[in-house]
């Protein structure tokens, strides 16, 4: 059992457990059973009635949900930071840079492959990160792509099928996308609880996405998609029409996509991905635009080596602020709530009872410190499960 108090403020994500749509509790208390659940939230001057363990003291430190990270590529191998330093010089981003880390990936070992996405697996959890998404889309090949997932199951049980991440080189696009129908989703459909596509420019028009979602669909996978990060297209209607859990990047969009995505009917998440945005120096999505419109929106790190080679959701959440229009309440809920509604996942992304115990400890006031201490590590502890990954608890020494 974990018992934390002496929180000056805590979020919970659930308003009907304190203020505003964050349900803000000042002086506030968790306790985290021996089952990793949440089993109490309330008032510091309560929690003795609630446990038989000392409460740990935080001495007026923030309290934030686990952050909720539902789209990143951890598998892979080597680095693009020459392709970055030109971009930087003014080349243009192009999706094909995909296969020069395909070419490494499919050259390493099992343990290096293992051993480079446990790496980054900590780096994000120092950072906040609770629960964290990984793609495959780096092998390209029936047994890289499954030797790929056997490797994101080593850090998550949230692994993601996408094999159709590009056509890989001296490939004909149709048997490619036979082959990812085929053979490929029968191996790799064991290790996946969802189906990605890359549905945009230079990566599979609708009408191929279209089929690889609903061979992925038919095999038992939950759908995901990749759409309108380079240029408009018909990736978002698409995934609407599908009923995908998340629609990821949605960089380019019309009013129409908009209308679809907060449509009464609508499921499908809009997850942006800002430092993707920041790392290739394109147009940020327009964040404002879509939550006005009642879209549903989480935040993502896109963690990998071409475009977004970043783990830290405290500078995602500081992005959403600065540069797309949100406000320092909503950013929060996109990168912990959203994230687990991306993942359809009600166990995470709030501090509530019988939630799981994923909590963390801010240096700071309140979480409006993300975005206004933009870059500074004000991640001081770590909770998951109710167990302390990293950082300490007790302040009160």
């Given at each position: 059992?974990?018992?934390?108090?002496?929180?000056?403020?805590?979020?919970?994500?659930?308003?009907?457990?304190?203020?505003?749509?964050?349900?803000?509790?000042?002086?506030?208390?968790?306790?985290?059973?021996?089952?990793?659940?949440?089993?109490?939230?309330?008032?510091?001057?309560?929690?003795?009635?609630?446990?038989?363990?000392?409460?740990?003291?935080?001495?007026?430190?923030?309290?934030?949900?686990?952050?909720?990270?539902?789209?990143?590529?951890?598998?892979?191998?080597?680095?693009?930071?020459?392709?970055?330093?030109?971009?930087?010089?003014?080349?243009?981003?192009?999706?094909?840079?995909?296969?020069?880390?395909?070419?490494?990936?499919?050259?390493?070992?099992?343990?290096?492959?293992?051993?480079?996405?446990?790496?980054?697996?900590?780096?994000?959890?120092?950072?906040?990160?609770?629960?964290?998404?990984?793609?495959?889309?780096?092998?390209?090949?029936?047994?890289?792509?499954?030797?790929?997932?056997?490797?994101?199951?080593?850090?998550?049980?949230?692994?993601?099928?996408?094999?159709?991440?590009?056509?890989?080189?001296?490939?004909?696009?149709?048997?490619?996308?036979?082959?990812?129908?085929?053979?490929?989703?029968?191996?790799?459909?064991?290790?996946?609880?969802?189906?990605?596509?890359?549905?945009?420019?230079?990566?599979?028009?609708?009408?191929?996405?279209?089929?690889?979602?609903?061979?992925?669909?038919?095999?038992?996978?939950?759908?995901?998609?990749?759409?309108?990060?380079?240029?408009?297209g018909g990736g978002i209607a698409l995934g609407v029409e599908m009923g995908v859990a998340s629609c990821d990047h949605c960089t380019h969009v019309s009013d129409r996509d908009i209308e679809m995505l907060a449509g009464a009917r609508a499921t499908t998440v809009a997850t942006l991905l800002p430092t993707a945005e920041l790392c290739t120096r394109s147009p940020f999505p327009n964040a404002r635009r879509l939550i006005d419109a009642g879209v549903t929106v989480a935040l993502a790190s896109d963690c990998n080596p071409g475009s977004s080679y970043t783990s830290s959701m405290p500078l995602v959440v500081a992005l959403g602020v600065i540069s797309m229009g949100m406000t320092c309440d909503e950013a929060l809920w996109s990168a912990t709530k959203g994230g687990a509604k991306a993942l359809r996942r009600s166990d995470v992304g709030g501090i509530s009872p019988e939630m799981r115990g994923d909590l963390v400890v801010l240096e700071a006031a309140s979480h409006v410190h993300l975005a206004y201490r933009p870059g500074v590590s004000l991640v001081t502890a770590v909770v998951r499960s109710g167990k302390v990954m990293s950082g300490q608890l007790d302040f009160s020494s």
């Open positions: 059992m974990l018992a934390i108090a002496g929180i000056g403020h805590l979020v919970t994500n659930d308003p009907s457990l304190g203020d505003g749509p964050l349900g803000v509790i000042r002086d506030a208390a968790v306790v985290v059973g021996d089952d990793g659940l949440i089993s109490w939230v309330g008032q510091s001057s309560e929690v003795e009635n609630h446990t038989s363990t000392r409460p740990l003291d935080v001495g007026g430190r923030a309290v934030i949900p686990g952050f909720v990270d539902s789209h990143t590529h951890l598998v892979f191998a080597g680095d693009r930071a020459s392709e970055f330093a030109a971009r930087m010089a003014g080349e243009p981003y192009k999706a094909g840079g995909i296969r020069i880390t395909m070419a490494a990936t499919r050259a390493a070992t099992n343990d290096q492959l293992v051993a480079n996405a446990r790496r980054l697996a900590s780096e994000a959890l120092a950072s906040g990160t609770t629960t964290i998404e990984v793609k495959s889309g780096y092998g390209l090949s029936v047994v890289d792509e499954a030797r790929s997932l056997e490797v994101a199951r080593a850090v998550t049980d949230e692994t993601t099928f996408l094999g159709a991440h590009v056509v890989p080189p001296d490939s004909d696009a149709d048997a490619y996308v036979e082959l990812v129908c085929g053979e490929m989703l029968g191996k790799c459909a064991p290790h996946s609880r969802w189906i990605d596509v890359f549905c945009d420019r230079g990566a599979f028009d609708v009408d191929q996405a279209r089929t690889i979602l609903m061979a992925g669909a038919k095999a038992g996978l939950g759908t995901r998609l990749h759409a309108n990060q380079l240029q408009h």
